[in-house]
């Protein structure tokens, strides 16, 4: 996967489409990002670059339960690879 703006826009499309919003805001988190699962909000670090955006978000997404029927096509397919990369890294 490459680590440019185009994937993180893909990456971003995902979270749109199964209803989330993603925003970018100041914050001290952790890992990057943060979830307001009750309100489908995702905030990441808006200091992170396109490489770190793109990074965090390839983690975070396989954690979402998504309902795959929301999603386009082009996103099912990355968002099947996704989970599919995550299975293949667990222990």
Request: glycine share 6%; with cysteine; proline share 2%.
């Amino acid at each position: 996967m490459k680590y440019n703006q185009t994937t993180l826009q893909k990456l971003e499309r995902i979270l749109t489409e199964a209803g989330y919003i993603v925003r970018y805001e100041r914050g001290n988190f952790q890992s990057g990002y943060c979830i307001l699962e009750q309100k489908k909000v995702v905030v990441l670090n808006k200091f992170l670059q396109t490489e770190g955006r793109v990074h965090t978000l390839t983690e975070l997404i396989p954690l979402i339960n998504i309902n795959l029927d929301l999603l386009t096509d082009e996103s099912q397919k990355l968002y099947l690879g996704l989970t599919a990369a995550l299975q293949i890294n667990e222990p």
